[in-house]
């Protein structure tokens, strides 16, 4: 009887044993000391701070707008707040292109960073504007006014250009799709019942929305047919 004791209690000494012999240490993956060979956690993890970016990744803005950066924000697992720093400088809104706001946190156990991708596009707003042109256009056939003014159309893919021909009037308008312009077929009437004049076009903006430049095929109907090709610069 008195083996069976000693036996029992040796079994249980060595299991004590063996379970306070267990490496001890950082369990969590995600801290700065993780211990990959501890088996049992000791509570001595450490972290660097979490950032969580505000708001849309990618942000887009228009060529020529204002960048408004929706910001970030930092904690520690298991701990408070930490302040965050923006640096903005690398966006550039007047030219297309895609730039980085970096963001970083930082506390004793290190410094995370977080990036979000800003895309400056060319969107409506990038082609409002006063312009000035300058074409090789037959003057009576496709009678471009020299100082047009560039406004919103009637969607959110639209510009257009009112009173846009010497005499006549008339309204150009402009679908825009990227740094792509296409002029739809239009007609616009002659004074005096005298015929019509028929154009459409195609062309592109620059990457910094200062230059449009687009080349129209036109026809004149009724007293005075004509028909030709030309090409309109439209500089801001």
């Known amino acids: 009887m008195k083996t069976i004791k000693w036996s029992v209690f040796a079994l249980l000494l060595g299991m004590v044993s063996l379970t306070s012999c267990k490496k001890k240490g950082c369990m969590d993956e995600a801290a700065v000391n993780y211990d990959d060979k501890a088996k049992k956690d000791d509570g001595t993890c ?67 960073t977080a990036t979000r991708t800003v895309n400056v596009v060319l969107g409506q707003s ?39 021909f010497t005499l006549i009037g008339g309204t150009i308008v402009f679908n825009i799709s990227g740094s792509n312009v296409t002029v739809p077929p239009t007609s616009i009437n002659l004074p005096l019942g005298a015929g019509t004049l028929d154009f459409s076009g195609t062309g592109t903006m620059n990457s910094t929305a200062t230059v449009m430049t687009v080349n129209y095929d036109w026809t004149r109907t009724g007293l005075l047919q004509d028909s030709g090709a030309c090409t309109v610069v439209y500089t801001k």
Do not use: M, R, W
Request: with cysteine; net charge negative.
């Open 46 to 112: 450490n972290f660097k701070p979490v950032i969580t970016i505000v708001g849309a990744n990618p942000a887009t803005v228009n060529v020529g707008g204002q960048y408004n950066d929706a910001g970030a924000t930092a904690f520690v697992k298991n701990g408070g707040a930490v302040d965050v720093s923006t640096d903005l400088s690398a966006v550039n809104t007047a030219e297309t292109g895609s730039f980085n706001v970096i963001y970083s946190a930082s506390n004793e156990h290190g410094t995370t």
């Open 126 to 164: 990038s082609f409002l504007g006063n312009y000035e042109s300058t074409n090789d256009c037959d003057n009576f056939g496709f009678p471009h006014v020299a100082s047009p003014q560039i406004i919103a159309g009637d969607s959110p893919n639209q510009v257009k250009i009112e009173s846009a």
